[in-house]
């Protein structure tokens, strides 16, 4: 086992497309398809379990979250518009001047650094909410990792990991059609083998002390041109999970 969960490897294939995190036509257009599922979920999750007012423009007033493998900020500026207290972090340095900058002309205050989910947890860190979105497909030592985001829960609080099952349906779709057909992700961007089951995702949830409290599926309806939940976990998956409170 190494001592830092970055893959240098997969952290050069996200640096090389940094420039157009902000792109929704770019390489990154599959990731703003997937970003009002992804938000509407954890909405959902944090107005039910901290008691917020879902009719509120900021119901998210004095909670800290933390997205860990932040990219551009994607998810980090529209949980700060909705008035959550907002870091990102990420291994790769360009993602985190790319996300400063659009923070800085969207006239948003978000406390973005160039680090890891382990150094984090050293600092003494910990947060509301810990974001882990399609990220632990792309790291080494997932044990580390998972545990380290898990660290970074405080008591009562909640995480949310997204990502890729590891199944023959999977390769079909999100490694052979997304990237060699459809063309939606550069070749070479998923490596079937690093996809995690959702029992894998849950066993390392326990086992760092959280509870699951809720499972989706996420499925793309290609008529509609959008990303919805679903039953079905064959592929894309989202798992909430909480510390209890001290």
């Known amino acids: 086992m190494t001592a830092s969960t970055i893959n240098q490897a997969e952290l050069a294939k996200f640096v090389a ?4 995190w902000w792109d929704p036509k770019g390489k ?15 909405r959902e999750h944090l107005l039910a379990h901290f008691g917020r007012d879902a009719t509120a423009m900021r119901p998210f007033e004095g909670l800290t979250i933390v997205d860990v493998g932040c990219g551009g900020g994607l998810l980090c500026e529209p949980l700060t518009r909705l008035g959550a207290t907002v870091t990102g972090i990420d291994a790769a340095e360009r993602n985190i001047t790319i996300a400063k900058l659009h923070a ?10 160039a680090t890891t989910s382990e150094a984090l947890v050293a600092t003494g860190a910990s947060y509301d909410l810990v974001l882990n979105m399609e990220v632990v497909e792309h790291v080494d030592n997932v044990l580390l990792y998972m545990k380290s985001c898990a660290d970074l829960v405080r008591p009562g609080g909640l995480t949310l990991t997204a990502t890729l099952n590891r199944t023959a349906r999977a390769y079909a779709l999100a490694v052979f059609g997304a990237e060699r057909v459809l063309r939606w992700l550069p070749k070479g961007t998923h490596d079937w083998n690093k996809f995690i089951t959702p029992d894998e995702i849950k066993a390392l ?16 309806h290609p008529l509609a041109d959008e990303w919805r939940k679903s039953p079905d976990m064959a592929i894309n998956y989202m798992i909430m999970a909480e510390r209890p409170a001290a």
């Not at 997937?34 to 954890?42: C, G, M, T």
């Not at 800085?104 to 650094?113: A, H, N, R, T, V």
């Not at 699951?212 to 793309?220: L, S």
Request: net charge positive.
């Open 17 to 20: 497309m940094a420039e157009q």
């Open 28 to 42: 990154f257009k599959p990731l703003h398809k997937f970003n009002p599922v992804r938000l509407a979920y954890i």
């Open 104 to 113: 800085e002309k969207s006239g948003l205050d978000i406390d973005y650094q």
């Open 205 to 220: 949830l326990t086992r760092n002390g959280l509870k699951v409290t809720a499972e989706t599926g996420v499925v793309f």
